[in-house]
């Protein structure tokens, strides 16, 4: 059986479905992933042009057959975590034909519009084309790892990245390729280097002293040229590393800043989604502190690796030239090392990552409640802060301390084990001089334990690297999980409008931020241009997330917004935000200037163009008065100015950028009524032939708007001019008659007190 | 001020699996309310409250061990036919394929495998062992005890906490 859809069919329907659909062909399939008590089981339903066959063990005779025509209609009931197909009958029956988790719930409420399609218009079609795309929507797998991508064209970052975590960090160590190399060449000097002083130690112990035999004079003058050498060597080794230090300190750094300045500028493209799942102190914590994971591991891979690894050989060939016997001896404890080092990297790594779960707390903690101190503050909340903040340093204490001793523990075994290693050559060396079996002298003994102990570094280097390496994995996993992200499409691509007009439509909107709840549905509307369009509603009704939609702060509706008749997704998304003024209700103001927190967006702004938009935002008045006047500072989040005050450089900001569409999100919601006067008057001068939006909750801040909007539950419930809705006696003239009863009940009231 | 339900007030009849029709001894009655948990996560069997078709509250159950037996039984009927956040008892297999998790555990419902797509956001601690789970399609998972999961499995999820 062929069919399209969202699973395997599964194979214990398989033979029955054949069967009870006797030879016809299913236009789709949904496979759920529950029985209909709510167990994980397999189930499916079929659909055909007049029929739904669901199949569930739960079902008498294991199926059920509905014909389309006997029904009233059908709904996905969306529950806590799962979700039930439900159909009503034409005589009121109620049945539940599938139950699913919300993995299969945008595939069932695609198959709802068709079955409720095809009751109110009959079979077509555009119904089945409709949910073949949804299927294809829902099927955009990557076809490597069968990853759910974000859209269909899209890469899928996790082969891309998987295939070598750390080969998405080379574009960062390339440039400073020629650098790097310096360094190991200066690294082998001074490896080189190091390697003389033991040689040096055996012609002392050797050839110098005993010479002293033949006459104090020649020994001296021997012991002189042989320190003098030694001297030569310190010098050039010590020159040597200073050089390498800086250069190797600068390079690093270089690479980290570009990092970071990486990271920053992919955080600022990233949907507004993430910044909903990911708290802002983790991201800072990932530009901060997981950067210099990466450069410490970067420059260990790049020199020190190198380095040890050629020191190794090295070393290995003199201490094999000098005794071979000695040197197999000598290499006994090298396994026990490295099996120490293996199970000490798959000890840490856990604790490593939960370490570093528990220090993002912290920040996360820090972030929220010191930019919050005020609110902290009115609610003398201190104790709890400080109790909380505590709790969470214990916590990552605790953790701390655990990856402490092991991180303790392991390396001193392995020390302990490398000593074992001079030991045995002591013992063996030892042994070999003193009964005079061999022809190994105590120089050679000396130098050999010297060449030995430096030996045992490098191996323990490379035993070790497992632990840095995988402290440096977590990190790499949280910065690439930004660098990766998907971020906002259409930057720099798409079509860019000559000008837009501002005839906003949108058709057939769907959204819910995640899958548990519609946000908004079934929105269909259309702004004519100039239109002054006034949003209601009550909080929560999905008034922000209209704007948010048209924002394109999310990008993951269904159906179509078209703005001049252009689907938005087609426009360069800097273009289109560009075209739009939008006036917050809690503006977010930068520690600049005020000049530069109204120039904001508007590079190179001109002085008296900032000064003419101050002037329509009615906020040159008060700027003016400042000491400072437009070189004021603003502290963090515009500490200084009033909310009104604060409110009106927002309103400048959207001046500046002379936008064709202008939002207002509850412009007046925060200020004292004569400020509101100001405000409104700033608008009303803004938004002349302009297509404009406005949230408000007074309604008296809507008297210029020639539409209204009423929103109720994330649908339109009325449309139209204000007039005509008042004259309806809906909802919208419910919402008037209460607000002007309470106004009414204000004036009486201040009437009273007056007489 | 919300209307608070303790004790013997009410009758309780399924409607339709999730709803309740509600008569109130008064004489009052309502069709087919939905019993929401105003704290699905915290506290499952205090403050459910009956919703209307229009999602507003008619009542709120204070806390259902005062319901007399047989309309607990009721409503925690109801309750369960709704509310789905399967407790894990093991964890079977993770697999870290391509950089996604996939987890399979095995819950009160039967073993399941599921997505986890940044196990840093999908995973959440709580003080007292409880750990909830968020999956790449926003169903819900529950670990009633961390400490209490086997050795394997406690091994398989603590990198994760």
Not at chain 1, 177 to 192: A, D, E, G, P
Not at chain 1, 318 to 347: A, C, E, H, Q, Y
Not at chain 1, 383 to 408: G, H, I, L, P, Q
Not at chain 1, 555 to 573: F, H, P, Q, S, V
Request: with cysteine.
């Amino acid at each position: 059986m062929n069919v399209i859809t969202n699973h395997p069919i599964p194979e214990k329907f398989r033979v029955l479905a054949e069967t009870v659909m006797k030879g016809q062909t299913p236009l789709f399939a949904l496979v759920g992933d529950l029985d209909l008590s709510g167990r994980y089981n397999d189930s499916v339903m079929f659909f055909t042009r007049d029929t739904i066959f669901a199949f569930d063990e739960k079902h008498r005779e294991k199926y059920i057959a509905v014909k389309i025509e006997a029904l009233r209609e059908v709904h996905v009931k969306r529950m806590y975590g799962n979700a039930l197909f439900k159909a009503v009958t034409v005589d009121n029956k109620r049945l539940n034909l599938l139950r699913f988790t919300y993995s299969a719930a945008d595939i069932g409420d695609a198959a709802a519009l068709y079955v409720n399609g095809v009751i109110e218009h009959g079979f077509n079609d555009d119904l089945v084309e409709m949910v073949h795309a949804t299927y294809n929507k829902q099927r955009s797998f990557c076809p490597r790892c069968g990853r759910k991508l974000p859209n269909p064209e899209a890469e899928c970052i996790n082969c891309a990245s998987k295939k070598n975590l750390f080969s998405k960090f080379t574009r960062y160590i390339v440039p400073q390729k020629w650098k790097l190399l310096l360094c190991v060449i200066l690294s082998i000097i001074t490896t080189i280097m190091s390697l003389v002083p033991p040689y040096i130690t055996r012609i002392m112990v050797d050839d110098v002293i005993p010479s002293a035999s033949q006459g104090v004079e020649i020994a001296m003058q021997r012991l002189i040229s042989v320190l003098v050498t030694l001297i030569c060597v310190y010098i050039v080794q010590y020159t040597v590393s200073a050089l390498r230090g800086y250069i190797l300190r600068y390079t690093g750094d270089q690479i980290v800043i570009n990092l970071k300045k990486d990271i920053y500028a992919k955080a600022q493209y990233l949907p507004l989604s993430f910044y909903d799942k990911t708290s802002t102190g983790s991201v800072i914590n990932r530009v901060n502190s997981d950067t210099g994971t990466i450069q410490n591991f970067v420059l260990r891979i790049s020199q020190e690796a190198v380095v040890k690894f050629f020191l190794l050989i090295g070393l290995a060939v003199i201490m094999f030239s000098m005794d071979w016997k000695l040197t197999l001896f000598s290499f006994v404890p090298i396994p026990l090392v490295i099996l120490t080092g293996k199970f000490f990297g798959t000890r840490i790594a856990p604790k490593y990552r939960r370490l570093w779960r528990k220090s993002s707390a912290i920040s996360t903690l820090l972030a929220d409640t010191i930019p919050g101190v005020r609110v902290v503050k009115a609610f003398t909340n201190e104790k709890e802060t400080t109790d909380k903040f505590s709790r969470y340093c214990d916590d990552w204490m605790k953790e701390d301390r655990k990856a402490a001793v092991t991180a303790n523990i392991f390396p001193n075994i392995m020390t302990f084990l490398v000593t074992c290693g001079s030991v045995i050559i002591y013992a063996v060396g030892g042994s070999q001089i003193i009964t005079g079996s061999g022809d190994l002298t105590l120089g050679m003994l000396v130098s050999f334990v010297s060449y030995a102990s430096m030996f045992y570094d490098p191996v323990n280097f490379f035993a070790n690297l497992s632990d840095s390496y995988q402290n440096t994995l977590a990190s790499a996993e949280k910065i690439l999980d930004i660098l990766d992200a998907e971020p906002e499409h259409d930057f720099g691509k798409g079509k860019v409008p000559e000008r837009l007009q501002g005839r906003i439509e949108f058709r057939n909107v769907n959204f819910s931020f995640d899958r548990s709840k519609k946000v908004l549905s079934n929105i269909n509307l259309v702004i004519e241009p100039g239109d002054i369009v006034g949003i209601v509603g009550t909080t929560g009704s999905g008034k922000s997330t209209l704007i948010n939609l048209i924002m394109r702060y999310y990008d993951n509706y269904e159906g179509d917004i078209l703005i001049d008749g252009i689907n938005i997704k087609d426009i360069d998304m800097s273009y289109y935000r560009s075209q739009i003024g939008f006036v917050q209700q809690d503006p977010q103001m930068f520690r600049d200037t005020v000049f530069n927190n109204i120039a904001y967006g508007t590079p190179n702004a001109h002085v008296e163009q900032v000064m003419y938009a101050a002037e329509v935002a009615n906020a040159h008045p008060f700027i003016t008065k400042l000491p400072d006047a437009y070189d004021t500072m603003l502290g963090e989040r515009g500490v200084g100015l009033s909310g009104g005050e604060r409110q009106r450089v927002s309103i400048a900001r959207a001046v500046m950028k002379n936008p064709n569409i202008l939002i207002f999100d509850e412009a007046t919601a925060a200020v004292d009524s004569e400020t509101e006067h100001l405000i409104q008057a700033a608008i009303e001068r803004l938004i002349r032939g302009r297509t404009t939006l406005m949230i408000a909750h007074r309604l008296s801040t809507l008297r210029k708007a020639n539409k209204i909007i009423v929103v109720d539950k994330g649908e339109i419930i009325e449309f139209g001019p204000p007039e005509e809705l008042l004259a309806k006696k809906g909802k919208y003239y419910k919402l008037v008659q209460i607000q002007s009863m309470s106004d009414k009940l204000i004036s009486q009231k201040q009437a009273e007190n007056f007489e | 001020m919300p209307r608070y339900l303790d004790g013997p007030e009410v009758r309780f009849t399924i409607n339709d699996g999730i709803f309740l029709d509600t008569e109130f001894f008064n004489g009052e009655s309502y069709e087919a309310l939905e019993p929401h948990r105003m704290f699905p996560v915290s506290g499952k069997d205090r403050y459910i409250a009956l919703l209307d078709a229009e999602g507003k509250d008619v009542a709120i159950i204070r806390n259902m061990a005062t319901l007399p037996e047989k309309e607990r039984a009721t409503v925690q009927s109801a309750l369960d036919e709704y509310y789905m956040m399967p407790k894990i008892k093991r964890f079977i297999k993770m697999s870290d394929k391509f950089g996604i998790w996939m987890w399979t555990a095995e819950t009160d419902r039967g073993i399941f495998t599921f997505e986890i797509r940044n196990h840093l956001t999908a995973v959440k601690p709580l003080y007292d062992g409880r750990v909830l789970i968020k999956d790449a399609d926003d169903n819900r998972y529950e670990i009633p005890d961390v400490n209490k999961l086997d050795k394997k499995s406690k091994k398989m999820i603590m990198p994760s906490l």
